[in-house]
């Protein structure tokens, strides 16, 4: 059987065509599942797909009506998939529930850092051969308080880290994690947490209860000097919101590795055209805000775990057998 893999990087493709090898060929394309390129998976039975792919009703019916039977995520989060759609056309969704959480919570302590201490700045001061230090000033994070909005695989590494650095560490979720208590979390009232903390990051997935987590209200309560990371889903922080707060000086430094209105732009190369996304433009501008493009999963271990799940995803589709990565059938 081949399978149509969508929205491939190049670094993932020898390593997709690598773990399917014995097993199934499989199509790598860098084009993202959407509308316009549905017709592409027509006549394969299954789609491999990554967090930009678009997988709402429209697109889900266009696939089943080619014969698309199971659609294998590549991600954890799963927010792009209209799960009760897939449902009702039959068909089986599989993610990657569990891959090196490290390589995410590794990568918001860099933005972090690099925010901090205007990494960013000093790099292209040296190029320059500038090496004055005026307005590169950045903080002692030791003694000062994280807060972790999420303390499940991620948000524990977070605060593993935080917790070495010597900060103080406040959390908020729906379910208290006894490994993050264990380091010294106290687990507190959203708005406590914002207001206490001089560095906020999220780790809670992106569902209807989660949307806009971070608003204009949040982002008041927050403090003036504090940090902000979200390497969760954009979708999680009234981006609008944010610039008008940037634009009053606010916060020491931002780091974005994702963006609400990311898909269509994020791995892709939009260098030579013009971006018609304001909010991003604008957000760009600020010297205290740092914008990657979801790359915090992008390690070499991550990457080989989530292929690797997902080969043995399909695996157990095709041999009928149902794992803890099924996400529909429900049950
Ligand atoms: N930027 C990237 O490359 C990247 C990569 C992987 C994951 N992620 C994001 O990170 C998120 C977290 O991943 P994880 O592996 O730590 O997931 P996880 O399931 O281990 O942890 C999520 C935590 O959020 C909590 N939670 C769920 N709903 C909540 C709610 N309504 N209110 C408060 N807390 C709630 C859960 O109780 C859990 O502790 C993913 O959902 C995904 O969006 C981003």
């Known amino acids: 059987m081949e399978i149509v893999a969508f929205g491939v990087q190049a670094d993932e ?22 509308d316009d390129t ?15 792919c678009d997988l709402g009703a429209p697109v889900l019916r266009a696939l089943a009506v080619g014969g698309t039977r199971m659609v294998a995520q590549r991600s954890t989060g799963f927010n792009n998939i209209d799960l009760d759609v897939a449902g009702d056309l039959g068909m089986t969704v599989a993610r990657v529930s569990y891959y090196s959480p ?28 500038d090496f004055r230090l005026d307005g590169l000033m950045g903080r002692d994070l030791h003694g000062r308080t994280a807060g972790v909005l999420g303390t499940g695989k991620i948000g524990e590494a977070f605060a593993r880290i ?11 979720d729906v379910a208290e994690n006894p490994a993050c208590m264990q380091l010294g979390m106290r687990y507190v009232p959203k708005e406590r947490l914002l207001a ?7 780790h809670v997935p992106l569902m209807p209860e989660t949307s806009r987590l971070i608003d204009a209200d949040a982002l008041r309560t927050m403090k003036d000097d504090a940090i902000l ?28 590795d994702v963006y609400e209105a990311e898909a269509g732009l994020f791995f892709l190369d939009k260098s030579l055209q013009a971006i018609e996304d304001d909010t991003l433009a604008r957000l760009v501008t600020f010297p205290n805000v740092l914008v990657t493009s979801h790359q915090a999963y992008y390690t070499r271990d991550a990457v080989g775990q989530i292929v690797d799940t997902t080969v043995r995803n399909v695996l157990d589709y095709t041999a009928g057998r149902r794992s803890e990565n099924v996400l529909v059938p429900r049950s």
């Not at 493709?13 to 959407?34: G, S, T």
């Not at 979200?230 to 009053?248: K, P």
């Open 162 to 172: 935080a917790h070495g650095f010597g900060m103080k560490l406040l959390g908020w």
């Open 102 to 129: 490290y390589s995410v919570a590794e990568f918001a302590w860099t933005l972090a850092m690099a925010v901090n201490r205007r990494i960013v700045r000093a790099s292209t001061r040296t190029r320059d051969f």
């Open 229 to 256: 990371v979200n390497s969760s889903r954009g979708g999680l922080i009234d981006t609008a919101a944010l610039v008008a707060e940037l634009r009053e000086g606010r916060f020491t430094g931002v780091g974005l």
């Open 38 to 52: 549905a017709p592409i998976a027509a006549g394969h039975e299954i789609v491999c797909t990554s967090v930009n």
């Open 13 to 34: 493709k020898p390593l997709i065509e690598q773990a399917f090898r014995d097993h199934h060929a499989v199509r790598c394309l860098d084009v993202f599942l959407n």
């Open 196 to 202: 206490e903390s001089d560095l906020v990051s999220l």
